[in-house]
C-alpha cells in the first residue's frame, strides 16, 4: 500500500437544496443540512459510505461573515469559505485525504517542500440518524501546487469519528459503497503528480493522457489531460479548460456506467462494478 487515503471530495455548488435533489434522484441518501461555523460561511449535506469515505455537498450560503485568506501572515492563512465563495461553477473544489493528525501532517509537508497554512480547528452540530444533535470535531491542514490554485488538497483529522460515521445514513438506494477515485485535468500531469508523490508518496503509473497515482489500499487519483477527460465525460469543456481542477468521482457500486457532469452538478460519475 503506497499514499493515503482519500477521505473526501468537496462538492462546490451554488444552490445546495437544488444540488441535494439532483444527489438524491441518483439514489445517494444525504444527512441532514448542517451548518459551520460562521468563519467559514458553508453549509454541507452528506453522502456518507460505508468505505469511510464521502462526498460533501458544499454551499457558500453565509459570505457575509467568512474569514478572508491571509497569505501574508505568517503561517500564511488558507480560508475554506473564501477558497469554494471564489470557485466560479458547480464541481469538485477540493480533494480531502485522512489524517490521524493533521498538524503533523502539516509539518511532513513542510518537511517536503511544500505550500503549508496554519492548521484550522473547527466544530459543528451533526443530526444523527435517530434524530438526536451532536457536536462533531474536525482538524485540518492545507497545501496546495503554485500552478493548481483552483485544485488544492487538505487532511481532515477526525475528532469525533465515533459520532460522524453511521451505519443508517451510508446505505444508498443506488448501492454505492465507496470512492475508488478522483479524476484532476491538467495539461501537465507528471508535474501535478509529482506534488501528489510529495505529499504522501503514493506509487505513480503513467498512462495514456495521464498519471494514476495511488492512495492508500483501494483507491486512486486520474491525472488526467482536458481531451482525455472530455472522452470520458460529454459534459466536460475541454476548450474553456483554464487550469487544474477535478472533474470527477469513481464510485463502487453494483454495477458500470457514467453519469456526466453537467447532470451532476459539475462533477462526473463513474460506476465501478464491485
Known amino acids: 500500500m503506497t499514499g493515503r487515503a482519500i477521505d473526501h471530495v468537496v462538492l462546490k455548488v451554488a444552490n445546495l437544496d437544488r444540488a441535494a435533489a439532483t444527489y438524491e434522484s441518483l439514489g445517494f441518501t444525504l444527512t441532514p443540512r448542517a451548518r459551520h461555523e460562521d468563519r467559514m460561511g458553508t453549509s454541507n449535506r452528506i453522502a456518507q459510505f460505508e468505505e469511510m469515505n464521502f462526498i460533501e455537498l458544499l454551499e457558500v450560503d453565509r459570505p457575509e461573515g467568512l474569514m478572508a485568506h491571509d497569505f501574508s501572515a505568517r503561517p500564511p492563512v488558507f480560508s475554506f469559505g473564501a477558497h469554494n465563495r471564489s470557485a466560479t461553477r458547480d464541481g469538485a473544489s477540493m480533494l480531502v485525504f485522512a489524517s490521524e493528525d493533521a498538524r503533523a501532517d ?150 458500470n456506467g457514467d453519469v456526466p457532469s453537467d447532470a451532476a452538478c459539475g462533477m462526473f460519475i463513474s460506476w465501478v462494478k464491485r
Not at 490554485?149 to 465507496?178: D, M, S
Not at 475508488?180 to 505513480?204: C, H, I, K, M, V
Not at 503509473?205 to 477527460?229: F, K, P
Open 106 to 255: 502539516n509539518d511532513a509537508f513542510a518537511k517536503a517542500g511544500l505550500q503549508t497554512f496554519a492548521p484550522f480547528d473547527f466544530e459543528r452540530k451533526g443530526r444523527l440518524p435517530d434524530g438526536a444533535e451532536a457536536t462533531l470535531s474536525f482538524s485540518l491542514a492545507f497545501s496546495r501546487a503554485p500552478e493548481a490554485p483552483e485544485a488544492p488538497i487538505f487532511v481532515c483529522q477526525n475528532r469525533a469519528p465515533g459520532l460522524f460515521w453511521k451505519v443508517g445514513y451510508q446505505r444508498h438506494e443506488n448501492g454505492a459503497t465507496g470512492i475508488r477515485a478522483l479524476w484532476l485535468a491538467s495539461a501537465a500531469p507528471a508535474r501535478e503528480a509529482d506534488f501528489y508523490q510529495r505529499l504522501f508518496g503514493g506509487r505513480t503509473t503513467e498512462v495514456e493522457g495521464g498519471v494514476d497515482v495511488s492512495c492508500g489500499a483501494n483507491q486512486t487519483l486520474r491525472i488526467r489531460t482536458a481531451e482525455q477527460v472530455a472522452v470520458r465525460d460529454p459534459g466536460f469543456d475541454a476548450a474553456a479548460f483554464a487550469g487544474p481542477r477535478f472533474v470527477g468521482v469513481e464510485i463502487a457500486g453494483p454495477t
